[in-house]
Nanobody, 126 residues
Framework: QVQLVESGGGLVQAGGSLRLTCAAS????????MGWFRQAPGKEREFVAA????????YYADSVKGRFTISRDNAKNTASLQMNSLKREDTAVYYC???????????????????WGQGTQVTVSS
């Protein structure tokens, strides 16, 4: 079992930055990859970024590449999403997620993830 809690969301002007953090507990954090997803009103939940269990490999949606950075600190059991140059279309509830498989490759597919946080709202104003 894995428990995930996001923090760091809020209201920011377009062009600004936010840093989201996901605190994990339960099974050893360094044994599984992590992902970030988001869901805007009226839209399906979509992949944002993923990172391997060791932190060496990262993946991004095209829409955030070059603006967002995913990272993790296995000593602190946290994963983070640094979001720069925010746009109005980044407005959504952001979720961190973990798969059931340990030591697996990070995935961009939502069905891979079985543990989810409660989400944190990010609102970008013009």
């Amino acid at each position: 079992q894995v428990q995930l809690v996001e923090s760091g969301g809020g209201l920011v002007q377009a062009g600004g930055s936010l840093r989201l953090t996901c605190a994990a507990s339960g099974r050893p954090f360094s044994s599984y990859s992590m992902g970030w997803f988001r869901q805007a009103p009226g839209k399906e939940r979509e992949f944002v970024a993923a990172i391997s269990w060791g932190g060496r490999n990262t993946y991004y949606a095209d829409s955030v590449k070059g603006r967002f950075t995913i990272s993790r600190d296995n000593a602190k059991n946290t994963a983070s999403l640094q979001m720069n140059s925010l746009k109005r279309e980044d407005t959504a509830v952001y979720y961190c997620a973990a798969p059931d498989m340990i030591y697996g490759a990070p995935s961009t597919e939502i069905q891979t993830y079985v543990y989810w946080g409660q989400g944190t709202q990010v609102t970008v104003s013009s």
